[in-house]
Nanobody, 125 residues
Framework: QVQMVESGGGSVQAGGSLTLSCTVS????????MGWFRQATGKEREGVAT???????LYAASVNGRFTASKDDAKNTLYLQMNSLELEDTAMYYC???????????????????WGQGTQVTVSS
């Protein structure tokens, strides 16, 4: 059973920064796709960023230019650097991964097989 554990969430003022981490119990080097999603209270979960096996990156329009996803395969860890945080970024953030070869590495939940439990990010004014 793969375990994925997020950390790094917390409270921050608007304009501030946070870095989320997702430690994985299986090799991240062999992933086909890894991603970050978020779910705000009362809203559906949405894709934030994905990293494809060949270095591709995809970001939601709402975070493009402010968030950066990366991974360290030596540490089996996925990161999400979040800068210029806005009130609308408040949400539970989840990491996700897919190890089987697929036709898609997108911001869709259905593209992923494994999920973490989430870490809360709260942005205040």
């Amino acid at each position: 059973q793969v375990q994925m554990v997020e950390s790094g969430g917390g409270s921050v003022q608007a304009g501030g920064s946070l870095t989320l981490s997702c430690t994985v119990s299986r090799s991240t080097a062999s992933t086909y796709c890894m991603g970050w999603f978020r779910q705000a209270t009362g809203k559906e979960r949405e894709g934030v960023a994905t990293l494809g096996a060949f270095g591709s990156r995809l970001y939601a329009a709402s975070v493009n230019g402010r968030f950066t996803a990366s991974k360290d395969d030596a540490k089996n860890t996925l990161y999400l650097q979040m800068n210029s945080l806005e009130l609308e970024d408040t949400a539970m953030y989840y990491c996700a991964a897919l190890w089987t070869t697929s036709y898609s590495c997108s911001l869709r939940e259905a593209d992923f097989d494994y999920w973490g439990q989430g870490t809360q990010v709260t942005v205040s004014s």
